[in-house]
């Protein structure tokens, strides 16, 4: 069996549904996260989840000393852009495994192997054109293909590295990221079709922002939804929604993300779960019914949107007091 890495340094306190996103790990077995955190919060971590306590200062240091320029890197969150490098800078816990990558925690894993098969990892270099899960083959062309491959047009990872803005380099970036480099030296990346949902931020209800996409394989599909839920069941979640005309349909996904959203986690059985909008996790026992969907309003206004968009522009203001 191949092995896969998902690798993820995270600082501050975990989410509040943390427990739920390790309970949907242990279902994928076949499947190891390398966390890196200074929460040291006790959790029952399952035996695929293995933890390293580090602090910021410490991870920084470690992917300064890997370059002969000063990185930039004052907050966390800049870390994604580092994300094509974790090959190299985590090379040390990644001698064991066949493919490394990276993920995030604001979200609830389906049965991954069962849309990412050995099949498909062996045909292809890059798994995933997204930030929130995507595997590499652990080889040195993957390994530094960040530092050794250039196009025209498209960031360098030294000016990437060292300069504090977000480029989305681990992703498209505006067509310039790590994505159309690989694409553009012909290497091989899985993006295609879609297998999950990547939820958007300034909708009540759980609209798929790859709706907005232009990928065909599912932008028509995903524009038909109405009244989406969510059901874990055992390591497997799947989508419910109306078509337009009202017909009850489901799909399995292979992972939820929940994106900016502060979801309220009640007292829930954390085997088998409902994720209703805007942002709530609850038990649900009976047959999922288009009766039931109906009964959820996803037309509300989404108040926490604009209180990110509001947040936003009052870090943005006090920025440029700084710089006057």
């Not at 029952?44 to 992917?63: A, C, T």
């Not at 959203?261 to 805007?278: A, K, L």
Request: charged share 30%.
């Amino acid at each position: 069996m191949l092995k896969k890495a998902l690798i993820i340094p995270y600082f501050g306190k975990f989410n509040n549904y943390f427990k739920l996103w390790l309970k949907s790990c242990e279902y994928n077995d076949d499947f190891d996260w390398l966390i890196f955190t200074d929460d040291r919060s006790k959790y029952s971590y399952p035996e695929n989840v293995h933890v390293y306590y580090i602090s910021f200062e410490k991870i920084k240091e470690k992917i300064n000393n890997l370059f002969e320029f000063e990185i930039s890197l004052d907050s966390p969150y800049k870390l994604c852009d580092f994300r094509p490098a974790y090959g190299e800078i985590f090379e040390d816990y990644l001698k064991e495994y066949d493919y490394w990558g990276y993920c995030d925690t604001d979200l609830i894993w389906g049965h991954l192997s069962d849309f990412y098969n050995e099949d498909i990892l062996k045909e292809y270099d890059k798994i995933s054109d997204a930030g929130h899960f995507t595997l590499y083959k652990n080889n040195d062309a993957m390994k530094f293909a960040y530092k050794n491959l250039n196009v025209k047009g498209c960031y360098d990872y030294k000016t990437v590295f060292t300069s504090s803005k977000s480029f989305a380099y681990d992703e498209w970036g505006n067509n310039k990221g790590i994505n159309r480099i690989l694409l553009e030296n012909e290497y091989k990346i899985y993006y295609k079709p879609i297998w999950f949902s990547d939820i958007c931020i300034d909708t009540y209800g759980l609209k798929n922002t790859r709706a907005y996409f232009d990928l065909k394989e599912r932008t028509i599909e995903e524009k038909n939804k109405e009244h989406i839920v969510f059901f874990y069941n055992e390591g497997r979640l799947f989508q419910y929604y109306l078509e337009k005309k009202g017909k009850l349909c489901f799909n399995q996904e292979a992972y939820v993300h929940l994106q900016k959203r502060p979801m309220i986690n009640e007292s829930i059985d954390y085997d088998r779960f409902m994720i209703v909008p805007p942002n709530k996790f609850i038990n649900y026992n009976k047959e999922i019914s288009a009766d039931y969907l109906l009964s959820i309003n996803e037309n509300k206004i989404y108040w926490h949107y604009y209180k990110i968009r509001f947040n936003n522009f009052k870090r943005k203001l006090k920025r440029l007091g700084k710089r006057k």
